[in-house]
């Protein structure tokens, strides 16, 4: 089963650090862009970062200068770095990822992580 698995959220306070790690695993054949997206309550999904497999990133701009998008490709994994968290980017945090696998093969499959709560509060 292809999947993706997220996981490092939780409570921080105010100017605080979580690093979040995105895990597909199953038969995948490639995998393209890489992303997270947050969406908070009562507000649509929108897009933090993205990074494409050659590495090339680009940052929502109310996240730029504090969030960091990475990714290891031999381990088909993508991190987030949130540093100077504000309580704006308390959300639900959700991976997200363009791959074709074995049962989508030549198309492509877009996966979606289950998502983890980061709440930035004192």
């Known amino acids: 089963q292809v999947q993706l698995v997220e996981s490092g959220g939780g409570l921080v306070q105010p100017g605080g650090s979580l690093r979040l790690s995105c895990a597909a695993s199953?038969?995948?054949?490639?995998?393209?862009?890489m992303g997270w997206y947050r969406q908070a309550p009562g507000k649509e999904r929108e897009l933090v970062a993205l990074?494409?497999?050659?590495?090339?990133?680009n940052y929502a701009d109310s996240v730029k200068g504090r969030f960091t998008i990475s990714r290891d490709n031999t381990k088909n994994t993508v991190y987030l770095q949130m540093n100077s968290l504000e309580p704006e980017d308390t959300a639900v945090y959700y991976c997200?990822?363009?791959?074709?696998?074995?049962?989508?093969?030549?198309?492509?499959?877009?996966?979606w992580g289950q998502g983890t709560l980061v709440t930035v509060s004192s």
């Open positions: 990074i494409n497999s050659s590495g090339s990133k």
């Open positions: 997200n990822a363009d791959t074709t696998t074995r049962s989508s093969w030549p198309g492509r499959l877009e996966l």
């Open positions: 199953g038969s995948i054949f490639s995998i393209r862009n």
